[in-house]
């Protein structure tokens, strides 16, 4: 069975950097795209870009291009999300979520918190 | 402003069947791009319902079901049962944006 596990809540000032982890178990961490989907509170869902374990390549939202990095370290299956220049309407609850070759996502983390203020 | 469009909320009696819509255009689900439907519980994460239009993971319930025609997708439910109120989600791709996309979700509320 496929399990994401992220990092803990953040809390950031305005401007400020963070970086999310988002560890996989089994044996299939580089055979999956692993997507960064963000929900702010009260609110709808929305993706931020993938990153392939495997070849290291990404692909980002528009919206997020030039703000967000996403990486990937495959000795300790881990896919990390970084987001520079944080504004108070970053505040939301970030996922990383596995993509099927269908191109839906089956596996989901927990979600990590952060939170934007000063 | 989601690229998918959902009604906010819809609401049925238990035993009901309701259905949720999920509205495009010619550049996801009508380009041909699958539709799948995410169940999302209070304080937890997205939950994958429905994929490949309608085709259910193991542990659905068949009382879950979805469709699709021309730019639009359905999930229905059918025989409502008060665990099933909940927000849900459409997704699909978009070739425009070369990216993934979400409804704005449906709140489902169980009478």
């Known amino acids: 069975q496929v399990q994401l596990v992220q990092s803990g809540a953040e809390v950031k000032k305005p401007g400020a950097s963070v970086k999310v982890s988002c560890k996989a178990s089994g044996k299939t961490f580089t055979s999956f795209d692993i997507n960064w989907v963000r929900q702010a509170a009260g609110q709808g869902l929305e993706w931020m870009g993938w990153?392939?374990?495997?070849?290291?390549?990404?692909g980002y939202a528009q919206k997020f291009q030039g703000r967000v990095t996403m990486t990937r370290n495959i000795a300790i299956n881990t896919a990390y999300m970084e987001l520079r220049s944080l504004r108070s309407d970053d505040t939301a609850v970030y996922y990383c979520a596995r993509l099927n070759p269908g191109y839906y996502f089956d596996y989901w983390g927990q979600g990590t918190l952060v939170t934007v203020s000063s | 402003q989601s690229i998918l469009t959902q009604p906010p909320s819809v609401s049925g009696a238990p035993g009901q069947r309701v259905t949720i819509s999920c509205t495009g255009s010619?550049?996801?689900?009508?380009?041909?791009?699958?539709v799948h439907w995410y169940q999302q519980l209070p304080g937890t994460a997205p939950k994958l319902l429905i994929y490949?239009?309608?085709n259910r993971p193991s542990g659905v319930p068949d009382r879950f079901s979805g469709s699709k025609s021309g730019i639009s997708a359905s999930l229905a439910v059918t025989g409502l049962q008060a665990e099933d109120e909940a927000d849900y989600y459409c997704?699909?791709?978009?070739?425009?944006?070369?990216?993934?996309?979400f409804g704005g979700g449906t709140k489902l509320t169980v009478l």
């Open positions: 490949g239009s309608n």
């Open positions: 997704q699909s791709y978009d070739s425009s944006l070369s990216g993934w996309v």
């Open positions: 010619s550049s996801n689900i009508g380009a041909g791009y699958d």
């Open positions: 990153v392939n374990p495997n070849s290291g390549n990404t």
